[in-house]
């Protein structure tokens, strides 16, 4: 799709600056659209536990309180940025920075449909496992650069419980390799065709427990934001933040909400493929839906329930997230990557024929 237009470009413009404005294009056409979503998405998520626990929600600013995110962001760009006295101010800059970087930079390998992607690269598994693993140093440097106690104690357990449960989802990532027989993303969702028994939900249906689980605690969301337990830490690693820059770190919550959605989509759901392809009379009434209308549903679905755990579940002890973590998902996964093993050895199913 882009290299048409870098073609064009370069027709009349030298080549470096015809690849220059193509980059520009492709970083906005993907960007932008994610934090509108991830503006709206805070709205969603007040509005939906609003009606669950029997609330309004945002109602005041625009009709149905639909302008209340622009209200909000416009808040957040206008109070002032604080810095402590004793903080290392280079690296308290840099924290958001390091949190929100890599959340966008994963999107350029998310297909959006067949042949709808920025780069589709053959290695786009490993690259998001790569580049997501950075996020990590976000909440460290965070909470090490304001030079606070609460701040520290806050990102010593952010750190730890995101690596713990990267490694779950890493194993999870592997069963999908071995299922798929590769790491590009489109093949994925290709090797998912027909039908939704051919998806690969029901051979890794643990997995896709465990990987949305681990996402849950990836983007500290209920029931395991201990890092942000108000209680006990003082709202976490950004506890000393304020303004644009706390605004950041939670623009870079809700990016990887949406990022881990539209991995579980692509990886267990069939992507953008219609759930009732092979089913004659379903098939032809839903052939007007496009893929990307397939994929947002799923998506949409997927963000509904991270927003109906959030108004359901109490916060867990620390102890108890770190043992699920350890001692559940990871010896689960282990076992999974040899069961896998094991139906593809026996050519087990649709999946592995």
Do not use: C
Request: proline share 5%; glycine share 8%.
């Amino acid at each position: 799709m882009f290299d048409a237009l870098q073609a064009f470009l370069s027709t009349f413009l030298f080549d470096w600056l015809a690849i220059l404005i193509t980059l520009v294009i492709q970083t906005v056409v993907v960007v932008l659209p994610i934090m509108l979503v991830v503006a709206w998405l805070t709205y969603a998520e007040r509005k939906v536990i609003g009606f669950m626990q029997v609330r309004m929600g945002p109602n005041r600013v625009g009709p149905l309180g639909l302008l209340q995110p622009i209200a909000d962001a416009l808040k957040l760009m206008t109070k002032e940025v604080i810095f402590p006295d004793q903080a290392n101010k280079y690296l308290f800059i840099i924290a958001p920075i390091l949190a929100l970087a890599p959340a966008v930079a994963a999107w350029a390998v998310i297909p959006f449909a067949d042949g709808m992607v920025v780069a589709d690269v053959n290695a786009g598994l490993l690259y998001i496992l790569a580049v997501t693993s950075i996020i990590v140093y976000g909440t460290i440097v965070a909470g090490w650069a304001s030079n606070s106690k609460y701040a520290f104690l806050g990102a010593l357990r952010g750190s730890a419980q995101k690596i713990s449960y990267e490694i779950a989802m890493g194993f999870a990532l592997v069963t999908v390799l071995m299922i798929s027989g590769s790491m590009n993303l489109t093949d994925i969702v290709n090797g998912q065709q027909g039908g939704m028994l051919n998806w690969y939900l029901l051979p890794l249906l643990p997995m896709f427990f465990v990987y949305f689980i681990s996402g849950l605690a990836e983007t500290n969301r209920t029931p395991f934001d201990v890092i942000e337990g108000e209680a006990e830490i003082v709202a976490g690693f950004h506890v000393d933040y304020s303004g644009m820059t706390f605004g950041v770190f939670m623009l870079a919550e809700y990016a990887m909400m949406i990022l881990i959605s539209f991995m579980t989509a692509i990886m267990f759901l069939g992507g953008w493929l219609s759930p009732f392809e092979g089913i004659p009379v379903l098939e032809t009434m839903f052939a007007w839906v496009p893929q990307l209308g397939w994929l947002a549903f799923k998506v949409s679905l997927l963000l509904f329930i991270f927003l109906w755990l959030r108004a359901t579940f109490p916060r867990y002890r620390y102890d108890q997230l770190m043992r699920l973590g350890w001692k559940v998902l990871i010896p689960l996964t282990i076992l999974w990557v040899f069961v896998v093993g094991a139906m593809k050895y026996f050519s087990f199913g649709p999946w592995f024929n």
